[in-house]
């Protein structure tokens, strides 16, 4: 991945994941964030579907990606906290972009 920082991100969402499918009784395996991080580095050339969808314009899949894990967690009583910022930023861009879309520019 090339960034320590950034790995330990991407492993702490995978746990909330686990932790989430787990309150929906799924077990994924502990092994699933390093096989999700080494299945990643085939993908060097692929543009993400959501990047893909932000620079067409189109809704982003936060809600499916992000927020069904914050809901599943908070529903159990429990806290995704990466989740929850990566759920809260890129439903602050999608609205942005609802926004720019729309035309609307703040004034009156």
Known sequence: MGSASLEAIVRGCI???RDAAR???IDLPPSTAQETLSFS???RNVTPSM???LEAGKPLEH????GVVVKILQQSGKR???NEILYAALKHIDQGLRVKQS???GSP
């Open 51 to 53: 990047l893909q969808d």
């Open 23 to 25: 309150c929906r009784g």
């Open 103 to 105: 035309g609307f520019n």
């Open 41 to 43: 580095t085939t993908l």
């Open 63 to 66: 809600e499916a990606l992000n």
């Open 15 to 17: 746990e909330e994941v």
């Open 80 to 82: 995704a906290p990466i």
